[in-house]
């Protein structure tokens, strides 16, 4: 269900990294690296469980709406305004 607290997220993943680990905006997406390689599910896998240690949500908040093949995706982050999730994240929000 839809929350007021709900933000929306443009995630451009990169697979096959030597570390999982943000790394900053490229365009209008947040580049994320993650270790897993990007076959059966593992790298989105390991996206939702990485965003969930570092959002501090349950796994089941973050809502894969688009680009399940694809490395540009787009997430729903239920429960979780725009400004705690960049906080959380340690990083600035470019949409100001």
Partial sequence: MKSVRDCKLAIKVVP??????V????????????????????ANKA????????L?????????????FSPQK???LEGLERSELFTLLEIQDHHG
């Fill in 47 to 54: 996206l939702v469980k990485f965003l969930s240690r570092k």
């Fill in 16 to 21: 096959n990294a030597s570390r999982t680990e």
């Fill in 56 to 68: 501090c949500i349950e796994q089941k908040h973050i809502i894969l709406e688009s680009g399940e």
């Fill in 74 to 76: 787009r997430l729903r």
């Fill in 23 to 42: 790394v900053g905006w490229l365009g209008d997406a947040l580049k994320i690296r993650v270790q897993a390689a990007p076959e059966d599910g593992k």
